[in-house]
Every structure is written in C-alpha cells, then in structure tokens.
C-alpha cells in the first residue's frame, strides 16, 4: 500500500510537471516573419506615399492598424543576400560573411531559428532563399532555387526539385496555410518566414491582377529627371535608370514573339514556362500595349515618361497579389484562434526606388533602398494603430525574436531586442545612429562601394575608393537632392558625423573588413 503511494505520488508530481511545461509552451507567441523582397515602402499606402490613394495595401495596412507602424526602419547593406544573412545572424554583412550576392552563406553559424528550434520551436521556411547554400535550423522548407520563377515555379525541398503549376505568390500563400494546418497538431509554438519573391524585377503580375491599374496614371516623383548635379561619381556612373537601364523587353515585357521565342532570355524565363491558358489571359492585355507603344515612335522624355507608368502597374500589380496573401495568412489566423498569441511582422529585404532619382533597383544608402517597410502587430503587446519613430534595423530581428520567446541569448548578435520599442517605450539607451556598408562593385547597376553613417536627420556616405563623401541634411532636404559635404555652415555636423562614422566602425569591428 505504501509503494503504491508512492508510485502514485510520483505519477501526479510527472503529470503536473508535463502539464506545466505543455502549458509553458503554449504560452510562448507563435511568430510570422512575412518577407517580400524589393517591397518599397512608397508602395504600402499604411505610409501615406503619393501612390497610397491609386494602389492600397489594405491588408498590409490591417497590421499596422492592429499594431506598429516603424517610420524609421533601416538595412544594414540595401541588396537581396546579404540582408537575408542579416536578419538570420543579427550581423552586419562584414560579421556574417555574406557582402555581396555572390557569396554562399554560411549555414554552419549561429542564427536566430537554430535558436528557437531548441527551444521547443517548430521551425519553417517557404519561398525565396536566395542564399545559394542549404537552408539549416528549419524543421520544414520548401524554397526557391535562386531568384525563383513567377510562373509555374520549382520549388526545392529536402532531396528533390518539383514543379508547381501556378503564380508563385499564391503557391506560397497555399504552402504556408498547409503547413500552419499541419502544425497545429504539435501544440508546439511556431516560427514561420514566408519569404515572397515578388516584387523583384521583373515584376510580373499574376492572372488574377494582369487587367489592374491599366487605365490609372501614377505621379511621378518630383526628381524622376534627377540631373545629379551636386552629387559625386557614384550617382552619376551608375546603371539603374529607367531612361537607360530598363529594358522594353525583359523589364516591360514588350516582345515580338515570332522572334524572341529563340533569342530573348526573359521571354523563355517567364512566358517560356507558362501554360496555354496561362499565355491566352497575358497576351490578351500585353498585345494590346505592344501595338499601342510600337505606333507611338516616343524618344526622349516621353519614352521615360511613358516607361515610368508600365513600371508602377506591373509593379504594383504584383504587389497587389502579395497584399492578398497577407490578407489570407490574417484571415486564417482569426479563423483559428492565433490571432492573439501571434506577432505578425511585414518587411522586406530593402527599399527599392519607384523613380526616383529616375532609378529603379537599390544598393545606394540615399533613404528609398536604405530604408524598408517594417509593420507589426501582437495584441495586448503592441498598441494597435501606434506608430514608432526609433531608428530601428533589420539586424533587431533576431535578437527581438530571442527576447520575446525568453530563448538563451548567445551575446554574439549586433542587434538591439525591439521589444520594447513595440511596446510604445522609448527607451534613453536606445541607439542615435546606423551603419551602412554596400560592397557589391564591380557588379550588377554598377554602384560603388561606399559605407555611412545616419543618425536620423544627418546621413554622411563614403564611397571610399574614390574617397568621395557626399552628406545631407534630411529635415531640409528630405529627397537628397542637395550634397552639403563641402558647404561651410555645415562643416561642423560633418565632422561630428565622421566621428561617428568612425566610433560605429570601430564599436562593429569594421577596419579592415572592407
């Protein structure tokens, strides 16, 4: 009798021990990073852009109505890889080892999901890659190969490529709610990134958006004709202009068929893999503007001007598919009941230029690819309808994912934990200043390396191997139009920005990284 006491005693004492620590489990937040990639934040109308009335995000926007909006949200170098490392390690690009697109990321450090992962997370990775070496820390991915197709994209998983019939925004936004289905039966918390390609060049617009935005007229931006005259070389030699860079056919999809089937690459890339069905509704609408375009014979100007609108409706169209599928991820969350313990964030990779300067891409630290959307919402947490002027980075992430899922902090990563940013707290130790590196020259769009500093009003550049700064004053010159490096009145912010320049460099181990 007594040992049976005993036993019994010890059954109770395991059973509330599982009990608690199911319960510990459960009361950990579920988070979902959603990652579009060349996203400006122009182009989310939660920012109240010139385009938020003509082309809404309303869905996007339901985040920043529930939660945060970051006005002040920044990349730690504006080029697709190596932000992506970025947000995985909390390590600036020198750190992590990933400077340019052309390197493999090195899967074997520490990141943020191998992190969680053993911390009882369940861990899953769905779309865009885009860093060449085999995904580590995922419970679960499926992923892109490199850029990834728009069409009828492979998907590669563990093993095996496979081909999907389809547009890849929705694909994703299929493969993430299965997943979610899928995981609920764990009872474990989760950590899921659905990683969008779009909108990256080429911006093509999925069958459910190829009619939108045809009969509207965007605005342009005030320096869509941007002559650089004040600026160094590096603006001036560059290769992003819409004028000169964006082609007719690979960019603005305006091929001849009966010849660019065997001698256009991007024909083969993107209407190469499509269906007949899928050819049938695209041709329905692009036909039209090619013969509409070829009777106009425009030249100068007129054929920036006229480029500059086939830019924002593709580009904005393919946005549109990516407001709809945050639209679903949201709406399953309610429909299930992980609204309230879930922390929803939206950003992307970097900025991207819609124009202006009369350039598209990224890569510069001017603010259009320097700067990324960044929205989020945790109710009870984050005050909905809040928004936060903290200058904040895509470093924070990682290191806001461990504070918040009480995960060890391994005291290596270069960020600050958001959380109570998100809070509505303003908190005195906060950060006054950001670094910048970009590395990759020569290369793609042609930009040279250049690192900086930007304390939230003065932003000091280096393009240091011509050793050519430029420096702006924000507050009246919000569109770097005017370099001030040289002018006297101001000599005195410059030099306390190149002290400050330097005091990051040597606070993020920088000398000699470059």
């Known amino acids: ?14 059973a ?28 989310i109308s939660a920012y109240q852009s010139r385009l938020a009335e003509l082309a ?14 970051f006005d002040r949200a920044y990349v730690t170098n504006s080029i697709c890889a190596p932000s992506r490392a970025s947000v995985l390690t909390g390590l600036h690009s020198h750190s ?16 943020f999901p191998k992190l969680l992962q053993a911390n009882g997370y369940s861990t899953a990775l769905i779309g865009k890659w885009h860093l060449k070496s085999e995904p580590t820390g995922f419970d679960h991915w499926e992923i892109l190969p490199g850029q990834g197709h728009y069409y009828n994209p492979d998907f590669i998983v563990p ?54 935005y045809e009969d509207v007229t965007f605005p342009e931006p005030d320096n869509l004709f941007d002559e650089y005259t004040s600026r160094t070389s590096a603006a001036k030699d560059q290769d992003m202009t819409i004028e000169k860079t964006m082609q007719l056919k690979s960019d603005l999809k305006l091929w001849d068929h009966a010849t660019d089937s065997t001698e256009n690459r991007s024909w083969k890339r993107t209407y ?25 014979n425009l030249s100068g100007k007129d054929l920036v ?14 946005i549109r598919a990516v407001d709809e599928s945050v639209g679903e991820i949201l709406d399953y969350l309610e429909a299930n009941g992980l609204s309230e313990n879930t922390l929803i964030v939206y950003t992307s990779d970097q900025g991207f230029y819609l124009g202006e300067h009369g350039w598209f891409d990224k890569r510069f630290m001017y603010e259009e690819s320097f700067r990324t959307p960044l929205l989020m919402s945790w109710p009870g947490v984050i005050p909905a309808g809040s928004n936060s002027q903290a200058l904040v980075s895509n470093l924070d992430f990682a290191q806001t994912f461990l504070d918040i899922t009480q ?52 932003k000091l550049i280096h393009f240091y191997e011509t050793d050519e700064w430029e420096f702006y004053d924000l507050l009246s010159d919000p569109n770097e139009m005017n370099n001030i490096y040289s002018s006297p009145e101001i000599q005195n912010q410059v030099e306390r920005m190149k002290n400050e320049l330097k005091r990051l460099q040597e606070e993020y181990a920088v000398e000699n990284a470059q």
Not at 99 to 111: A, E, H, I, V
Request: aromatic share 12%; glycine share 6%; charged share 25%.
């Open 305 to 318: 001007k006229w480029k500059y609108q086939r830019y924002m409706r593709d580009y904005l169209a393919v």
């Open 16 to 43: 509330a021990c599982s009990f608690n620590e199911e319960k510990k489990q459960a009361d950990k937040p579920n988070i979902i990073f959603i990652f579009s990639d060349d996203h400006a934040f122009q182009a």
């Open 407 to 458: 995960t060890p902090d391994p005291g290596t990563m270069q960020g600050l934990s958001l959380l109570p940013v998100m809070k509505g707290e303003s908190p005195e130790n906060w950060r006054k200043s950001l670094y910048y590196a970009y590395y990759e020259y020569p290369g793609v769009h042609s930009v040279k390396k250049h690192d900086g500093a930007f304390d939230g009003r003065y």
């Open 96 to 111: 992590n080892g990933h400077r340019t697109n052309n390197d493999t990321f090195d899967g074997s450090q520490t990141t």
């Open 272 to 296: 190469g893999r499509m269906n007949a069905s899928q050819r049938a509704a695209w041709d329905a609408v692009y036909d039209p503007i090619k013969r509409e375009f070829d009777s106009l």
């Open 1 to 14: 009798m007594k040992n049976s006491f005993f036993i019994l005693l010890i059954l109770l004492i395991a």
């Open 159 to 212: 093993g095996d490529t496979i081909r999907e019939t389809g547009y890849v925004t929705e694909i994703i936004t299929d493969k993430t709610i299965s997943w979610l289905n899928e995981q609920k039966e764990s009872g474990k918390p989760f950590m899921l990134m659905m990683q969008h390609k779009a909108p990256h060049r080429e911006w093509e617009k999925g069958p459910k958006q190829l009619s939108l």
């Open 56 to 69: 809404p995000t309303p869905n996007i926007d339901r985040i920043a109505k529930n939660g945060m909006r």
